[in-house]
């Protein structure tokens, strides 16, 4: 078995490497070398994340990949892989906030911590968006956004799985990969909070004085 690490990252307008959105994923190889591993992952990851461009937000402008071999020691030379046909959604996407995402979430055999991960997609656009259900207490995702989710996820599994690879949970306890059997994603929002962009201003207020 070859773990590979696949690290997704999104350039975002300022071009900052700590405004970039990354998702981490892993992947069992099995006896494919690396340089060809990498050359297939960057187009079944890229397959997934255009796949979900009608809910993600137009901030996302560039998306390329670097994958890491585990199985080497410290510190591990990347491959990078690029994803040349990626456009980044249209402007009259309207964002929501940066730190808004969908968590998916996947499992190896059981829904334990060791053998449990998750990639939050986004940042989103209001398509991504339901309305507020009779008696509920917030607006939801589509149940088209949860679906897209999860129906990417299937495919992502399913294309690697034919070429001999597996998309797998790692566990940094005990070094080990476990392939995925099962996921799900919710329809709630997560927080992302690192996504977020800092304040670029400061609005002051002074109550008036007594008298």
Do not use: C
């Not at 199985?71 to 046909?85: E, H, K």
């Not at 456009?87 to 449990?116: D, G, H």
């Not at 690697?160 to 059997?181: A, I």
């Amino acid at each position: 078995m070859a773990t590979v690490r696949a690290m997704a990252i999104f350039g975002r307008p300022s071009n900052l490497a700590e405004d970039a959105v990354v998702n981490t994923w892993h992947f069992d190889t099995a006896a494919i070398d690396l340089a060809t591993a990498a050359q297939e992952l960057s187009k079944d990851l890229g397959a997934f994340y255009v796949a979900l461009r009608p809910i993600m937000s137009s901030v996302l402008r560039t998306l390329a990949f670097r994958f890491y071999d585990l199985g080497t020691p410290a510190p591990r030379a990347p491959v990078q892989g690029t994803f040349a046909t990626w456009t980044p959604p249209p402007t009259s996407f309207v964002p929501l906030p940066a730190e808004v995402a969908l968590a998916l979430s996947f499992y190896s055999s059981r829904n334990l911590p060791r053998q449990r991960g998750r990639i939050y997609v986004g940042p989103l656009n209001t398509s991504a968006s339901g309305s507020i259900a009779a008696g509920d207490v917030d607006v939801r995702p589509s149940t088209s956004a949860v679906q897209s989710v999860a129906d990417a996820a299937k495919l992502l599994a399913d294309n690697v799985s034919v070429k001999g690879m597996r998309l797998g949970v790692f566990s940094t306890v005990d070094n080990l990969l476990r392939p995925v059997t099962a996921g799900w994603v919710d329809n709630g929002y997560d927080t992302q909070r690192r996504r977020g962009g800092k304040a670029t201003s400061r609005t002051l207020w002074t109550p008036t004085p007594a008298g």
